[in-house]
């Protein structure tokens, strides 16, 4: 079985950024590849690892998604040897200056963030966060260099090693999302080791951060019978507010509102409290950002639920999780799913 702390150092050591996920797949379906009869990956990228149920045939199926793109930069101008910058996805801009990073042009290079001095900048600028458009990123070469090895549309991704911190955490980037794909690593290994009637998809989706073009395109492949999608969400910090962050550490979150199927979040409720595993509501009045809001309106609708793995810091380059909610996560879809038997769908009737 895959020990998640060096597996997830692993995945976030990766490069990976949306619509770039070549540099991560490869890890994933190594570890997905004992698990599973078999694999594929969509027209998108997006990685489709099968496991057969043993129910009488036609079955029902499951999708279960976590997305592996994470933010990043791309080049969008060079300037006298050092490179202007935008971004792909959301990003955390208070935290980018001095962050360390690979520019993936004709060879990667190292690189940095760096800022111009502030007695250059704007005066609306001075002494407040440094906006994007005056970041700049230093790989160190002469101009000349530079224009050769680097083009205009070359993705860059963070490059700070992973960090244990105390109380069984870890620190680094692109934890969002592929804690969650540690996640679904554990749900599959714990699969793999017993019966289930139903037919499992899981999927390694691209895009999620820019288009939900891998969670959009996978669904309407399979067409699953239900699904389910794992990703991150606040974690509370000093500051945050109660009511919109979770415990870090303490427990799984399950969200509540259109994207979710109601009998899926009481199946999913009721499970984890026989199993002793904490969730928490997260209540999401609007499309929830994450795929689960594309696999739901997939063909004439797909019945879903979304799991939360508290996350501090997100979307910058420095996010914190705790690795036993990560296995709470993976652990409460594998127990669900091999519970899942002929009559359940009977029940998914949407009553509010």
């Given at each position: 079985m895959t020990e998640i702390l060096p597996f997830l150092k692993e995945l976030i050591s990766?490069?990976?950024?949306?619509g770039y996920e070549s540099g991560v797949r490869p890890l994933i379906e190594k570890a997905w590849e004992p698990v599973t009869?078999?694999?594929?990956?969509?027209?998108?990228?997006?990685?489709?690892?099968?496991?057969?149920?043993?129910?009488?045939e036609p079955r029902p199926s499951i999708l279960v998604a976590a997305h592996m793109d994470a933010i990043g930069l791309m080049v969008n101008a060079l300037i006298d040897g050092f490179l202007r910058v935008t971004s792909i996805g959301g990003i955390d801009t208070r935290v980018l200056p001095g962050q360390m990073v690979t520019v993936h042009g004709r060879q990667d290079l190292p690189g940095m963030i760096v800022p111009t001095p502030a007695r250059?900048?704007?005066?609306?600028?001075q002494d407040t966060v440094v906006p994007l458009e005056y970041l700049l990123v230093d790989v160190g070469l002469l101009p000349d260099e530079?224009?050769?090895?680097?083009?205009v549309g070359d993705p860059i991704s963070f490059a700070q090693p992973p960090v244990e911190t105390a109380?069984?955490?870890?620190?680094?980037?692109?934890?969002?999302?592929?804690?969650?794909i540690a996640a679904l690593t554990h749900c599959l290994?714990?699969?793999?080791?017993r019966p289930h009637?139903?037919?499992?998809?899981?999927?390694?989706?691209?895009?999620?951060?820019?288009?939900?073009?891998?969670g959009l395109t996978s669904a309407f492949q399979l067409r699953p019978s239900l699904a389910v999608s794992i990703d991150v969400t606040f974690a509370s910090s000093p500051g945050s507010p109660s009511h919109l962050s979770f415990p870090l550490g303490k427990g799984i979150t399950l969200e509540w509102g259109p994207n979710t199927h109601p009998v899926l979040y009481k199946a999913l409720k009721e499970?984890?409290?026989?199993?002793?595993?904490?969730?928490?509501?997260?209540?999401?009045?609007?499309?929830?950002?994450?795929?689960?809001?594309?696999?739901q309106v997939v063909a004439e609708g797909i019945p879903n639920v979304v799991i939360g793995i508290p996350l501090r810091y997100m979307h910058t380059p420095a996010e914190m999780v705790a690795l036993k909610d990560i296995t709470r996560a993976g652990r409460l879809v594998a127990e669900f799913i091999s519970q899942l038997d002929e009559k359940f769908l009977d029940k998914l009737t949407w009553e509010d």
């Open positions: 990766a490069p990976g950024i949306s009869d078999k694999m594929s990956l969509s027209r998108l990228g997006s990685l489709h690892g099968f496991q057969q149920g043993t129910g009488p250059l900048l704007p005066f609306n600028a530079v224009a050769t090895l680097v083009r109380g069984g955490t870890l620190v680094g980037h692109t934890l969002d999302d592929r804690a969650a290994e714990m699969l793999h080791s009637m139903w037919d499992v998809w899981a999927v390694a989706t691209v895009q999620e951060e820019v288009t939900y073009g891998g499970l984890a409290e026989r199993l002793e595993i904490p969730v928490c509501l997260e209540p999401v009045p609007t499309e929830s950002g994450t795929d689960t809001y594309a696999m």
